[in-house]
């Protein structure tokens, strides 16, 4: 899921940094608790992989076929909280120097949100 990262399309927006790992960082930090690592990634990988038009099919039925949870409901959070993750993933990125990310050049609404959380939790 991460081969051939020079393909995403904000590759030319100096947007380097993917959410999968971030998201698991940034739910410790938002909610002051963890999700098993590896879940969070796929969950972390699914949310990049739609947002930046990439791959998501591909990569959930990867997930899928692999057996690893990333549904909210299977990994022990709910879509609010992912919410208010994304909604405070950049103040945990420039707080750590992270690179930018999706969330820097633009602004997730709250159908986008809905329609994102569907295709996961489908």
Known sequence: MNRERYDLPTWNLEIRHGLDHV??????WVHGREVLHSEGVALGTLIRNYLYDWRF?????????????????????TTAEVQQV?????????????????????????????????????
């Open 57 to 77: 099919e591909e990569a959930k039925a990867q997930l899928e076929s692999c057996r690893v949870a990333f549904r909210p409901r299977e990994i022990g959070c």
């Open 23 to 28: 998201f698991v960082t940034a739910f410790q």
């Open 86 to 122: 994304l909604a405070r993933i950049n103040e945990l990125n420039d707080r750590v120097g992270h690179p930018q990310n999706w969330f820097h050049h633009r602004r997730l609404d709250g159908a986008t949100f809905e329609r994102m959380m569907a295709r996961i939790e489908e």
